[in-house]
Every structure is written in C-alpha cells, then in structure tokens.
C-alpha cells in the first residue's frame, strides 16, 4: 500500500485541480482509503487491505490518503466520514463507500465495481 499526498494523488489517480470530468490516471483498478491515524474503524480496515494488497497484487493498487494531512485532497472528495474509501474501476465512474468495511464487503466491491476476480 502507497499513501499518496495530493502531488502523488493528481500524478496516479485523478487531476482533480485541472480536470473538472472524471479521468483516471492508473493502469490497475485501485481502492484509496482515506483515512486517520486517529480514527478507530480506520484501523480495524488498515490489516484488511494490507491482507488484500497482497492478494491482489499485480491486479488492483492500494492507496491510503490521511485526511489529517490532506486536508485540501479529502475536502475535493467531500470526504466528512472516515473511513471513507474510494473504488476506481479502470473504465468508468468511481464509487465512495464510507465506513468500516469487512473483508467480505471488500471482496464483493473488488469484484462488482472493480472487475477483478480473485484467483483460487
């Protein structure tokens, strides 16, 4: 997993301060978690995309955005509920999912909204 700082995040995800359509800029579907060292349910979801990350490796990117940090990133998002995490197909639009996700609501959004199916 990669945090992305809001240079980062305009190089590898989406030009938000220049572009006003959404255009991805990755080459592998990707999930950013936007999150805070803080934040409770943010650390319950931290060691399910560390397990994932390596699962799917070669398939999707993983980034985390601190929002503590980031706060311009998170407020062009209109990220107001952390964890707040963003699922990028490589065609179409991305959807937000907010809150603490189970590992099994990841798997489901991995495959539904990003495409990618997990090898046995």
């Known amino acids: 997993m990669e945090k992305l700082d ?3 995040f305009t190089e590898k995800i989406f030009d938000f301060e220049n ?16 999150y805070a060292d803080w ?3 943010c650390k319950m979801v931290t060691p399910i995309l560390e397990k994932l990350a390596v699962e ?3 398939k999707i990117n ?3 955005v601190d929002t503590d940090k980031e706060q311009e990133l998170a407020g062009s998002f209109g990220i107001m509920t952390i964890p707040s995490l ?10 937000m999912a907010r809150g603490a996700l189970s590992r099994e609501a990841f798997s489901k959004a991995i495959t539904d909204i990003l495409g990618v199916e997990k090898e046995n």
Do not use: H, N, S
């Open 6 to 8: 809001k240079k980062t």
């Open 86 to 95: 963003l699922f990028i197909p490589r065609k179409g639009e991305p959807q």
């Open 39 to 41: 934040c409770g349910p």
């Open 56 to 58: 799917y490796e070669g």
């Open 62 to 64: 993983i980034y985390k």
């Open 19 to 34: 572009k006003k359509k959404w255009e991805f800029r990755g080459e592998l579907p990707a999930i950013v978690d936007f």
